[in-house]
Protein backbone atom coordinates (compact mmCIF):
# COMPACT_ATOMS: atom_id res chain seq x y z
CA UNK A 1 0.00 0.00 0.00
CA UNK A 2 3.05 2.35 0.00
CA UNK A 3 2.77 3.26 3.86
CA UNK A 4 4.40 1.88 7.07
CA UNK A 5 3.14 2.01 10.56
CA UNK A 6 4.81 3.47 13.61
CA UNK A 7 3.09 1.68 16.86
CA UNK A 8 4.47 4.45 19.14
CA UNK A 9 2.53 6.93 17.86
CA UNK A 10 -0.04 5.28 15.81
CA UNK A 11 1.21 7.26 12.64
CA UNK A 12 1.38 6.41 9.23
CA UNK A 13 4.26 7.33 7.34
CA UNK A 14 3.96 6.39 3.33
CA UNK A 15 6.89 5.66 1.65
CA UNK A 16 7.78 5.19 -2.12
CA UNK A 17 7.17 1.81 -3.58
CA UNK A 18 10.09 -0.04 -4.55
CA UNK A 19 9.91 -1.14 -8.39
CA UNK A 20 9.49 -4.62 -9.16
CA UNK A 21 12.07 -4.61 -12.07
CA UNK A 22 15.53 -3.01 -12.86
CA UNK A 23 15.41 0.55 -14.10
CA UNK A 24 16.37 -0.83 -17.36
CA UNK A 25 14.64 -3.75 -17.21
CA UNK A 26 12.03 -2.03 -19.84
CA UNK A 27 13.72 -0.86 -22.46
CA UNK A 28 13.26 0.19 -25.17
CA UNK A 29 9.96 0.21 -24.63
CA UNK A 30 10.34 2.44 -21.32
CA UNK A 31 13.54 3.68 -20.73
CA UNK A 32 16.20 3.50 -17.67
CA UNK A 33 15.99 7.29 -17.74
CA UNK A 34 12.22 7.98 -17.84
CA UNK A 35 11.93 5.60 -14.83
CA UNK A 36 14.57 7.41 -12.51
CA UNK A 37 12.84 10.71 -13.64
CA UNK A 38 8.94 9.65 -13.44
CA UNK A 39 9.78 7.63 -10.31
CA UNK A 40 12.46 8.63 -8.40
CA UNK A 41 11.59 12.42 -8.88
CA UNK A 42 7.92 12.51 -9.46
CA UNK A 43 6.78 10.01 -7.44
CA UNK A 44 8.83 10.59 -4.72
CA UNK A 45 7.72 14.33 -4.38
CA UNK A 46 4.18 13.16 -3.96
CA UNK A 47 5.37 10.64 -1.38
CA UNK A 48 7.30 13.46 0.66
CA UNK A 49 4.42 16.43 0.31
CA UNK A 50 1.60 14.12 1.49
CA UNK A 51 3.83 13.00 4.39
CA UNK A 52 4.82 16.93 5.08
CA UNK A 53 1.03 17.75 4.65
CA UNK A 54 -0.74 15.13 6.94
CA UNK A 55 1.63 16.16 10.14
CA UNK A 56 -0.50 17.11 12.90
CA UNK A 57 -4.14 16.42 10.81
CA UNK A 58 -6.32 13.95 11.21
CA UNK A 59 -5.26 12.13 8.04
CA UNK A 60 -1.54 11.25 9.57
CA UNK A 61 -3.21 7.77 10.97
CA UNK A 62 -5.09 7.09 8.02
CA UNK A 63 -3.70 4.61 4.98
CA UNK A 64 -3.57 5.70 1.40
CA UNK A 65 -7.42 4.82 0.69
CA UNK A 66 -8.65 6.35 3.59
CA UNK A 67 -7.52 10.01 2.81
CA UNK A 68 -8.44 9.70 -1.02
CA UNK A 69 -11.85 8.60 0.27
CA UNK A 70 -12.17 11.80 2.81
CA UNK A 71 -10.06 14.90 2.25
CA UNK A 72 -9.70 17.52 -0.57
CA UNK A 73 -7.35 20.19 -1.80
CA UNK A 74 -3.93 19.31 -1.65
CA UNK A 75 -3.63 16.66 0.40
CA UNK A 76 -6.24 14.78 -1.48
CA UNK A 77 -4.32 15.87 -4.71
CA UNK A 78 -0.71 14.04 -2.95
CA UNK A 79 -2.58 11.35 -1.34
CA UNK A 80 -4.10 10.36 -4.94
CA UNK A 81 -0.88 10.76 -6.96
CA UNK A 82 0.75 8.22 -5.06
CA UNK A 83 -1.81 5.79 -4.92
CA UNK A 84 -2.11 6.16 -8.63
CA UNK A 85 1.46 6.04 -9.69
CA UNK A 86 1.57 2.98 -7.30
CA UNK A 87 -0.70 0.88 -9.07
CA UNK A 88 0.71 2.10 -12.52
CA UNK A 89 4.31 1.06 -11.68
CA UNK A 90 3.07 -2.34 -9.99
CA UNK A 91 1.41 -2.91 -13.23
CA UNK A 92 4.25 -3.15 -15.50
CA UNK A 93 6.51 -5.75 -16.16
CA UNK A 94 9.24 -6.92 -19.08
CA UNK A 95 7.99 -11.17 -18.54
CA UNK A 96 5.16 -12.57 -20.53
CA UNK A 97 1.65 -12.24 -18.60
CA UNK A 98 -1.35 -13.38 -19.42
CA UNK A 99 -4.88 -12.25 -18.86
CA UNK A 100 -6.57 -14.68 -16.44
CA UNK A 101 -9.22 -16.90 -17.78
CA UNK A 102 -12.55 -15.61 -15.58
CA UNK A 103 -10.85 -11.70 -16.55
CA UNK A 104 -10.37 -12.23 -20.12
CA UNK A 105 -14.29 -13.56 -19.92
CA UNK A 106 -15.51 -10.92 -18.74
CA UNK A 107 -13.92 -8.29 -20.49
CA UNK A 108 -14.99 -10.59 -23.78
CA UNK A 109 -18.92 -9.98 -22.36
CA UNK A 110 -18.16 -6.46 -21.57
CA UNK A 111 -16.54 -5.40 -24.83
CA UNK A 112 -17.15 -7.95 -27.21
CA UNK A 113 -13.91 -9.11 -26.80
CA UNK A 114 -10.36 -8.50 -25.81
CA UNK A 115 -9.33 -6.71 -29.04
CA UNK A 116 -12.06 -4.55 -29.01
CA UNK A 117 -11.08 -3.66 -25.13
CA UNK A 118 -7.45 -2.89 -26.57
CA UNK A 119 -8.80 -0.61 -29.41
CA UNK A 120 -11.26 1.55 -26.77
CA UNK A 121 -8.72 2.07 -24.45
CA UNK A 122 -5.96 3.04 -26.27
CA UNK A 123 -8.60 5.79 -27.91
CA UNK A 124 -9.66 6.97 -24.65
CA UNK A 125 -6.34 7.36 -23.54
CA UNK A 126 -5.36 9.04 -26.82
CA UNK A 127 -7.80 11.49 -26.62
CA UNK A 128 -7.89 12.21 -23.23
CA UNK A 129 -7.44 16.12 -22.90
CA UNK A 130 -4.33 16.98 -20.86
CA UNK A 131 -3.15 15.53 -17.81
CA UNK A 132 -4.44 12.41 -16.11
CA UNK A 133 -4.98 8.77 -16.10
CA UNK A 134 -7.31 5.96 -17.87
CA UNK A 135 -8.32 2.98 -15.92
CA UNK A 136 -10.07 -0.12 -15.73
CA UNK A 137 -12.39 -0.26 -13.09
CA UNK A 138 -14.85 -2.36 -11.73
CA UNK A 139 -18.10 -1.27 -9.78
CA UNK A 140 -19.57 -2.98 -6.93
CA UNK A 141 -22.00 -4.64 -9.07
CA UNK A 142 -19.01 -6.42 -10.91
CA UNK A 143 -19.44 -4.32 -13.74
CA UNK A 144 -16.26 -3.52 -16.21
CA UNK A 145 -16.09 0.01 -17.60
CA UNK A 146 -12.82 2.31 -19.08
CA UNK A 147 -12.85 5.47 -16.88
CA UNK A 148 -10.37 8.24 -17.63
CA UNK A 149 -9.62 11.25 -14.68
CA UNK A 150 -7.94 14.29 -14.73
CA UNK A 151 -4.96 15.60 -13.05
CA UNK A 152 -5.31 13.61 -9.54
CA UNK A 153 -8.29 12.10 -10.26
CA UNK A 154 -9.02 8.60 -8.81
CA UNK A 155 -11.84 6.43 -9.22
CA UNK A 156 -11.09 5.07 -5.70
CA UNK A 157 -12.51 8.26 -5.08
CA UNK A 158 -16.27 7.31 -7.00
CA UNK A 159 -16.72 3.69 -5.44
CA UNK A 160 -14.88 1.84 -8.58
CA UNK A 161 -11.92 -0.21 -7.53
CA UNK A 162 -9.29 0.02 -10.55
CA UNK A 163 -8.04 -3.12 -11.71
CA UNK A 164 -5.58 -1.24 -14.03
CA UNK A 165 -4.23 2.20 -15.50
CA UNK A 166 -1.87 4.05 -17.58
CA UNK A 167 -0.41 7.43 -17.09
CA UNK A 168 -0.63 10.32 -19.49
CA UNK A 169 0.82 12.93 -17.72
CA UNK A 170 3.26 14.11 -20.40
CA UNK A 171 6.19 13.19 -17.79
CA UNK A 172 5.62 9.56 -18.04
CA UNK A 173 6.54 9.50 -21.69
CA UNK A 174 7.82 12.52 -23.00
CA UNK A 175 11.72 11.06 -22.59
CA UNK A 176 11.27 8.36 -24.65
CA UNK A 177 8.26 9.76 -27.05
CA UNK A 178 8.14 13.83 -27.00
CA UNK A 179 4.35 14.21 -27.57
CA UNK A 180 3.90 11.11 -29.85
CA UNK A 181 1.26 9.70 -27.20
CA UNK A 182 -0.08 6.81 -29.80
CA UNK A 183 3.21 5.04 -29.55
CA UNK A 184 3.89 5.01 -26.32
CA UNK A 185 0.21 3.88 -25.62
CA UNK A 186 0.88 1.00 -28.13
CA UNK A 187 4.64 0.37 -26.47
CA UNK A 188 2.77 0.66 -22.97
CA UNK A 189 0.29 -1.88 -23.72
CA UNK A 190 3.00 -4.33 -23.97
CA UNK A 191 4.78 -4.09 -20.77
CA UNK A 192 1.50 -4.27 -19.03
CA UNK A 193 1.67 -6.97 -15.64
CA UNK A 194 -1.49 -8.98 -16.06
CA UNK A 195 -0.51 -11.06 -13.09
CA UNK A 196 -1.11 -8.18 -11.25
CA UNK A 197 -4.69 -6.90 -12.91
CA UNK A 198 -5.58 -10.85 -12.59
CA UNK A 199 -4.45 -10.28 -8.89
CA UNK A 200 -6.61 -7.12 -8.23
CA UNK A 201 -9.70 -8.64 -9.96
CA UNK A 202 -9.74 -11.43 -7.82
Known sequence: MGYTKNLKDITMKHELINLPYSYDALEPLMSKETLEFHHDKHHQTYVTKLN?????????????????????????????????HDIFFLGLTNKGTKLSQELSDLITASFDS?????????????????????????????TLSIE?????????????????????????????????????????WQLINWDYVNERFM
Open 52 to 84: ELIVGTKYETMTLEEIINSADGAIFNNAAQVYN
Open 114 to 142: VEQFKAEFITKATTHFGSGWVWLVIDEKG
Open 148 to 188: ATSNAQTPLANGNYPLMVVDVWEHAYYIDYRNVRPKYLENW
